[in-house]
């Protein structure tokens, strides 16, 4: 972030980390799907800037298929308030399959660990109308991603029982 030169405030440093009430939510979905014997592993949390350029690239300059929409420094990955998770199967084998029904009791799986992650206030990227992102999960605490960039930040603790910040 560039300093603005009429401005006697310091610029505020970027995360370099899950921001804790994130990871502190991240542990109560992982334990809580456990209870409904679904097991999942979060395959990606902070991004910088430079990584979040690399996977924006995919599908565009490299190969593979387009995964994100999103820049360095326009998710929030790059802010520590978003995490990607698949579901690992009793074998051991990390899978993004949506359909998969592990735990045998009729409903898929990831649909289980979504409407968890809701209910423990995230925001689910499957839920989203343009660019379904079927593993992001991720809380805003009500700030755009323009605010963030601003340098606007969450508080480092929410002592609240509601979890729609």
Do not use: C
Request: glycine share 10%; charged share 25%; proline share 5%.
């Amino acid at each position: 972030m560039t300093p603005d030169i009429n401005s006697s405030e310091e610029p505020v440093p970027l995360p370099t980390g899950i921001h804790p009430v994130v990871k502190e939510r991240v542990n109560q979905l992982i334990e809580q799907t456990a209870a409904k014997g679904i097991s999942i592993v979060i395959t990606d949390g902070f991004r910088s800037t430079e990584e979040q350029n690399q996977i924006y690239e995919k599908g565009r300059s490299l190969e593979g298929n387009v995964v994100t929409h999103a820049k360095g420094g326009e998710s929030y990955h790059n802010f520590g308030l978003a995490v990607d998770f698949a579901i690992e199967t009793p074998s051991g084998q990390v899978i993004w399959d949506i359909y998969y029904d592990g735990n045998g009791n009729g409903q898929s799986d990831w649909m289980e660990v979504a409407e968890t992650a809701k209910a423990l206030g995230f925001e689910w990227g499957g839920d989203w109308a343009e660019f379904k992102d079927y593993p992001h999960l991720q809380m805003d605490f009500g700030l755009s991603i323009f605010e963030l960039q601003r340098g606007e930040r969450p508080p480092h603790n929410i002592e609240t029982e509601n979890t729609n910040f």
